[in-house]
């Protein structure tokens, strides 16, 4: 039996491009694209796990809403999709930078949540889980620069999903259509004072952030990937 066929294929070509935008060994993302069904497969349990996650919050707002409740499940869903569908040959340049956008956003917010609201957030969830959240959500970063090897993010990609995770920033913080703000439940109300402003702020700043971090490091690679093609033409 072929193992690679099996749990996924052999890598795509990799780019010459600085570390800044590519910063996973080649041999770590090779491992990645052999084992993509592995991965995809994490991913998805991820998945599972984050809608039970927020089992409480689907029961609480209208189901009109839903779509922009479950932010790192939706982000663990997407990049299994886009690897599933480099997979079988199908890659899609959309799925690809809906899951960078998704897992270096979440990936990032909520450790950043975790680390600022840590005692309560301890105190609810316990320490397991607490480190358990900590570490997969930072695995999340981890395996979106990956995608790198499937996409060069072209702009219509980036477009896309700027304006979705635009959207979904607005519905989480500042102007749901239907019912309430959307955003992942704190362990903490949205009004308590934090320092200087509210949590709900603090949250919603890190959100601000941490949406123009991914355009900026996909138009970064998009950048670095079309001055590399240019400078291999040029020789």
Do not use: C
Not at 169 to 189: C, K, N, R, S
Not at 208 to 220: C, H, R
């Amino acid at each position: 039996m072929d193992i690679v066929g099996a749990l996924g294929r052999d890598p795509p070509d990799r780019e010459s491009l600085p570390r800044w935008v590519a910063p996973l060994p080649k041999r770590l993302e090779d491992v990645a694209f052999r084992f993509a069904w592995v991965i995809v497969i994490i991913n998805l349990v991820g998945t599972a796990f984050g809608f039970w996650y927020y089992r409480f919050q689907f029961r609480a707002l209208p189901t009109e809403m839903w779509l922009f409740i479950p932010d790192s499940p939706g982000a663990t869903l997407l990049i299994a999709l886009a690897l599933g569908a480099w997979a079988l040959g199908r890659s899609s340049d959309t799925l690809a930078a809906l899951a960078f956008f998704g897992n270096v956003k979440l990936g990032l917010w909520t450790p950043y949540v975790l680390v600022v609201f840590w005692p309560e957030f301890l105190a609810v969830n316990g320490p397991a889980l607490y480190a358990f959240l900590l570490v997969s959500h930072l695995a999340m970063v981890v395996q979106a620069f990956v995608l790198h090897r499937i996409t060069d993010f072209p702009l219509r990609a980036v477009a896309f999903a700027t304006a979705w995770y635009a959207v979904d920033l607005l519905m989480d913080y500042f102007v749901p259509v239907i019912g309430e703000v959307t955003h992942t439940a704190l362990p903490y109300a949205d009004g308590e004072p934090w320092f200087t402003t509210t949590v709900l702020q603090v949250a919603a700043a890190g959100a601000v952030v941490l949406t123009v971090v991914p355009l900026f490091w996909t138009l970064g690679t998009r950048i670095a990937t079309l001055r590399r093609r240019a400078s291999d033409l040029a020789t």
